[in-house]
């Protein structure tokens, strides 16, 4: 059965830093990534991570947020800077299937930003 599993979601105030976590189970992914959903918002694509580390991200993210990997440990990272109201959302890890599609994820953390 292939899992993924989130942790590191909380408060945190305006201008601060969360890392989320993510592991996963059950299979390893050529590419895996973050993606996040704010009440009344549509799902977006924040990052994603190749296995041999090449990595993507949102423009909305550039430069605040970086996503990271343990291959060995099967797990992926998300380091967040900066974290604005914008930000606050369910933040939920994925992997690709083997089409390339984002056909797994996770059950997701809540991002909560205040001031």
């Known amino acids: 059965q292939v899992q993924l599993a989130e942790s590191g979601g909380g408060l945190v105030q305006a201008g601060g830093s969360l890392r989320l976590s993510c592991a996963a189970s059950?299979?390893?992914?050529?590419?895996m990534g973050w993606f996040r959903q704010a009440p009344g918002q549509e799902r977006e694509w924040v990052a994603s991570?190749?296995?041999?580390?090449?990595?993507s991200y949102a423009d909305f993210v550039k430069g605040r947020f970086t996503i990271s990997r343990d291959n060995a440990k099967n797990t992926v990272a998300l380091q967040m800077y900066s974290l604005w109201f914008e930000d606050a959302a369910e933040y939920y890890c994925?992997?690709?299937?083997?089409?390339?599609?984002?056909?797994?994820r996770g059950q997701g953390t809540q991002v909560t930003v205040f001031s």
């Open positions: 991570i190749t296995r041999d580390g090449r990595t």
């Open positions: 994925a992997g690709q299937g083997p089409m390339g599609t984002w056909d797994y």
């Open positions: 059950g299979r390893t992914f050529s590419t």
